[in-house]
């Protein structure tokens, strides 16, 4: 198995992030490294990711958007492989494992993505990973959640563009298919994701829906 590293963006992500940091911890395979990257949050965020104690790595900087800290903690990152996650997401609990797996014996692929499965409500998440890979709930995982990547890809296809506030992984997917970065999609569920007030906004959703068909209709994942 190679080295991974976690990568999680935070701001004002007290509500969520000790789910995520949980869902962390309670992996198949254990993570060399959680980094926590609390980007100027206002909130209590800082105080809940220290209660995990030396296990988290925390980093703390002034507010410049999620695209900005996912790129400090991977600049800080010692692993060969990044799994990115989002402060109010969990991942599934073989996700390490799986993705993992898949890097480790197919080291042409620079970036395996598997399937997200989308949860509104406490009832909802009860029912996590009983959904069939027909169901509404299950989507290509075209979101950092469900993304691990080679470490070394990043030297290829370059950072985030801290520019965006919106569709930041999606336009860094796109720039990955053009310089020709090894993709590879998985159709295991390996990312919980939450949609809340706090999450897309309905034109932020009708973008990323768009920005995903174009990426699908490139035929250049694998």
Request: aromatic share 4%; net charge neutral; hydrophobic share 40%.
């Amino acid at each position: 198995m190679i080295s991974i590293s976690v990568v999680v963006p935070a701001w004002n992500a007290a509500r969520h992030i000790g789910d995520a940091i949980d869902s962390v911890l309670s992996q198949s395979v254990t993570p060399d490294e959680i980094i926590v990257v609390n980007d100027g949050s206002t909130d209590h965020t800082c105080e809940c990711v220290r209660k995990f104690g030396s296990r988290i790595t925390l980093i703390e900087q002034s507010n410049a958007g999620a695209a900005a800290a996912r790129n400090r903690g991977i600049a800080e990152a010692r692993g060969e492989a990044i799994a990115l996650l989002d402060a109010d997401d969990l991942m599934a609990p073989r996700r390490l494992e799986l993705q993992g797996s898949l890097l480790a014996h197919d080291p042409h692929c620079a970036i395996a993505l598997g399937k997200q499965q989308t949860f509104r409500s406490d009832p909802e998440r009860l029912a996590l990973g009983n959904s069939t890979a027909g169901s509404p709930a299950v989507r290509p995982g075209y979101v950092p959640s469900a993304a691990m990547v080679r470490a070394d890809a990043f030297a290829l296809v370059g950072p985030f563009d801290p520019s965006l506030r919106i569709g930041d992984f999606l336009e860094w997917i796109r720039r990955a298919q053009s310089r020709g970065a090894p993709i590879r999609e998985m159709e295991e569920v390996v990312a919980y994701r939450r949609l809340h007030e706090g999450s897309l906004s309905r034109s932020a959703g009708a973008q990323y829906a768009n920005l995903v068909h174009k990426l699908r209709k490139t035929g250049r994942t694998e």
